[in-house]
Every structure is written in C-alpha cells, then in structure tokens.
C-alpha cells in the first residue's frame, strides 16, 4: 500500500482531513517509524480508542518515570495548564507548562503542541519524551506524542488546579492562581523584544506575605490598591527574587472582598535564607562584623546611579558626581554572612547625621574616610534586625534594607523562644 492509500484508510476511519494525515504520516516515516506503528499513533491522536497496531515505549506510572527514559507512555490527570508565549529559534511559540499526576506521583510537562490541556483532564500521553531538568525528570509532549483524553478520572493525591500562596511561589512555577491585593504600582515602558512597550510592575501581597509583579499585557484590574485574582501566573526570578508574572494568557478579575495582607517578614537564619537563593521580604537577626569599603560618603554618576571612583564611571567616564549617603555592613549570625546595604534614609539613622554633616566633616578632616569610619564606630559590634529583599550572586549575599535596627533582644530570651519553637 503506498502511504497515500494509509492516509485514505486512516482519514476516512477517524474522520479527519485526510491532508493533515497524510503530512503527519510522512513525518513519522521519514523519521523512521513503520508504518504500522505510525498508523496506530494516529488513530490514538487523532481519538481512536482500539490501540489497534503497533507498540508504544512501555506504560510508566508517574513516580517511576526516570531522566534516562528517553520516552515514556504515561496515564495521568493534568493539575495545571499554563499558557505561555516564548521565543524559540527566532519565532514566536505558545506553549502550556504545567503538572501532570497519577496516584503515584507528580511530574511537570511542557507541551509543544495545542492539545487542549484544561486542569482536571485525565490523558494518555504515548511516547511522551522525558527530559532533564534540574535532576527532575520531565515530560515534553510534542508532534510525536500521541495524546488521547480518557473518559475515567485517576483518583489523584493532589490538588487539581494551581491555588497558591504567595509565600509558597517558587521560581519556576507555572499556572498558578492567587488572590491579591496590589500593594504597589506603576507603569513603565521598556525595551521590549518587538521595540517599545508598557508594562505594569509593582508588588503584590496577601496573608502570607509579598512579592513582585510584572503584567507584561497591562489590564485595567491590576491597579494600586485593588484585590484581585490571577488566574495562570507564573514565576520566574528578577534580580535574585522570584516575580509573579502576568501574562496575556492571565486571567484577571477584581475580587469584592478585601485581602488582609499580612505584614510579618519570614524570620530566618542567615545560612538558611542564603541558601534560599532570593526571598523577597525577610528579616534576619545577626551582628555586624564589619563596614565594606564603599560606605558612608560616597559619589554616584549623575547618568546611571551607579557609585563612582574619583570621579571617573565606569560607563560614563569623567563625570561630576552626585553626593550620596550609603552602608554596607556585614552581618553574621553564626550560620552565614550577608551584606546589608543602606540607603541615604537608613545611613543618616546610624551615623546619626545628614548628608550635609556628612559632606562638613570631610570637609574638616579633608578626606571622606571619616563618615565612614564614623559609621563603622557606631555600628560593628552591635546586633541588627535587618528586613528587606535578599538576593545572591557570585559575590555573596546582600540584602536589600529596608528596615535596620538595632536588635533590643535579649539573647538568652532569644535562645528560649527559639527552643519553644522547636518543641511546638
Ligand atoms: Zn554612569
């Protein structure tokens, strides 16, 4: 039989356009596949329930699906389904990202191909690829899998649907749905990758706590102050922290009841924050060891912000810098080491003057030096509750200050608390 009369045989049996089979039919030869194992993944993509023909790579549950499979037969009910648009080999590609779950186990997916994927679907994914990705195994469907939807639900031990608190996002979360106020707000034009665009960006909260956004399709609903339910967000990091984002394929509604945003920081240990890798909004407890180089008065660009040696930026060359206030100070818990950086506000607190005293002290002493040794005097020894965003980079830990004070704690009263805690 040539493959023209396959394709007349499987189009008139499934009932689809016999083109579109014919060109899917030619893929799986050309790459090899006989054309009875090609015939049956067709009638199985195309909804053919009898497997009539051919073999698929061997049925797996979830939890044994493994990175070195190469590819897998698997039966299992879609948690969530999230639509994003990336940029591949030049072109624009929607995908759907998401979780997939049998009764042993959860697995994510990316599918290449418009399958329908809706949270709550049960499907068969023949020759679903299994690919790598942090050590985690996970499934690509594509053009050669076979994608049938089932007619019996799996009795999965996981919630369907991507419900989340913002302290629980991760980076790399996807389809994820919240409940938020929009605490901040602001719009802003960017270099997008098709030219000039506007975008919304800001800081989003609920009871558990807060976290940054960008919308990167500006709506009406996100604005300061509104509560608000996101429907597929997904996360992705931004400066060392995870960023909600909202996306065209987010859905946004106003919400009619209030958020109650919780204003507690995660208190963490130092070592345990870092090893994080970012958080948003923490507040750790530790001791100042040590003022970097780089604090007190220092100088910045008047182009780009950034601190200037002697004059000279690293963009900009020679240029007339502005004057500014600014700490960076080591702090140690005993577990880990971050740098806790001060703006202008927070730096005038431990010095214990303005900018002006600052700028008249140099003057006397004729050498900047002294406000930070000032600082340095005022400071090293003492121990700081320090709250703010922490990201890490090659260079180590910093976080961001927003809040710097010293700590009124008593240690032993510390040490108990902790050990409650513990015994809870
Ligand atoms: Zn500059």
């Given at each position: 039989m040539?493959?023209d009369?396959?394709?007349?045989e499987?189009?008139?049996?499934l009932?689809?356009?016999?083109e579109?089979?014919k060109?899917?039919?030619?893929n799986?030869?050309?790459?090899?596949?006989?054309?009875?194992?090609?015939?049956?993944?067709?009638?199985?993509?195309?909804g053919?329930g009898?497997?009539?023909g051919?073999?698929?790579p061997?049925?797996?549950?979830?939890?044994d699906?493994?990175?070195?499979?190469?590819?897998?037969?698997?039966?299992?009910?879609?948690?969530?389904?999230?639509k994003?648009?990336?940029r591949?080999?030049?072109?624009?590609?929607?995908?759907v990202?998401g979780?997939?779950?049998?009764?042993t186990?959860?697995?994510?997916y990316?599918a290449?191909e418009?399958?329908?994927?809706?949270?709550?679907?049960?499907?068969?994914?023949g020759?679903a690829?299994?690919?790598?990705?942090?050590?985690?195994?996970?499934?690509?469907?594509?053009?050669?899998?076979?994608l049938?939807f089932e007619?019996?639900?799996?009795e999965?031990?996981?919630?369907?649907?991507g419900?989340?608190?913002l302290?629980?996002?991760?980076?790399?979360?996807?389809?994820?749905?919240i409940e938020?106020?929009v605490?901040?707000?602001?719009r802003?034009?960017?270099?997008?990758r098709?030219?000039?665009?506007?975008?919304?960006?800001?800081?989003?909260?609920?009871?558990?706590?807060?976290?940054p956004?960008?919308?990167?399709d500006?709506?009406?609903e996100?604005?300061a102050?509104?509560?608000?339910?996101i429907?597929?967000?997904?996360?992705q990091?931004?400066?060392g922290?995870?960023e909600?984002?909202?996306?065209?394929?987010?859905?946004?509604a106003?919400?009619?009841?209030e958020?109650d945003?919780?204003?507690d920081?995660?208190t963490?240990?130092?070592g345990?924050?870092v090893?994080?890798g970012?958080?948003?909004?923490?507040?750790?407890?530790?001791?100042?060891?040590?003022?970097r180089?780089?604090?007190?008065?220092?100088?910045?660009?008047?182009?780009?912000?950034?601190?200037?040696?002697?004059?000279?930026?690293?963009?900009?060359g020679?240029?007339?810098?502005?004057?500014d206030?600014?700490?960076?100070a080591?702090?140690?818990d005993?577990?880990?080491?971050?740098?806790?950086i001060?703006?202008?506000d927070?730096?005038?607190?431990?010095?214990?003057g303005?900018?002006?005293?600052?700028?008249?002290?140099?003057?006397?002493?004729m050498?900047?030096?002294?406000?930070?040794?000032?600082?340095?005097?005022?400071?090293?020894?003492?121990e700081?509750?320090?709250?703010?965003?922490?990201?890490?980079?090659?260079?180590?830990?910093?976080?961001d200050?927003?809040?710097?004070e010293?700590?009124?704690?008593?240690?032993a009263?510390?040490?108990?608390?902790?050990?409650?805690?513990?015994?809870?």
């Open positions: 040539e493959l009369d396959h394709a007349e499987l189009a008139s049996d009932g689809v356009d016999k579109e089979v060109s899917d039919l030619q799986l030869v050309e790459y090899s596949v006989p054309v009875d194992e090609a015939k049956g993944s067709l009638r199985r993509k195309y053919d009898s497997s009539s051919g073999t698929t061997s049925a797996k549950n979830v939890a699906v493994a990175p070195e499979d190469g590819n897998v037969t698997v039966t299992a009910t879609v948690l969530t389904a999230g994003r648009s990336i591949y080999q030049g072109s624009d590609h929607v995908i990202e979780q997939l779950a049998d009764e186990g959860r697995i994510d990316t290449w418009e399958f329908g994927l809706e949270p709550g679907d049960t499907i068969t994914a020759n690829g299994v690919r790598e990705w942090d050590g985690e195994p996970e499934l690509n469907l594509g053009e050669s899998t076979a049938s007619n019996d639900s799996l999965v031990p996981y919630e369907i649907g419900e989340a608190q302290a629980d996002l991760e980076t790399g979360d996807r389809a994820r749905t938020v106020s605490l901040e707000c602001e802003r034009t960017i270099d997008g098709d030219g000039e665009t506007e975008i919304l960006s800001g800081v989003l909260g609920d009871e558990s706590g807060r976290l956004f960008t919308n990167w500006p709506v009406p996100i604005e102050g509104a509560s608000v339910r429907e597929n967000a997904y996360v990091e931004f400066r922290v995870p909600v984002n909202v996306s065209e394929f987010s859905r946004v106003a919400l009619d009841r958020i945003v919780g204003s920081a995660t963490m240990d130092v345990e924050a090893r994080t970012g958080i948003y909004d923490v507040e750790l407890v530790g001791n100042a060891i040590a003022v180089d780089g604090s007190g008065l220092i100088q910045r660009c008047p182009e780009c912000y950034r601190v200037i040696q002697k004059g000279q930026c690293r963009t900009h020679d240029v007339d810098g502005i004057d206030l600014r700490v960076k080591i702090i140690d005993g577990t880990g080491t971050v740098t806790a001060l703006d202008d927070l730096t005038e607190d431990v010095y214990g303005d900018l002006e005293d600052a700028l008249e002290a140099a003057r006397e002493a050498d900047q030096e002294v406000v930070a040794d000032a600082i340095r005097e005022n400071v090293v020894g003492r700081y509750r320090v709250r703010g965003h922490l990201s890490v980079d090659e260079y180590g830990a910093n976080v200050a927003e809040t710097f010293e700590s009124d704690d008593d240690p009263a510390r040490a108990t608390a902790f050990l409650e805690e513990v015994d809870a």
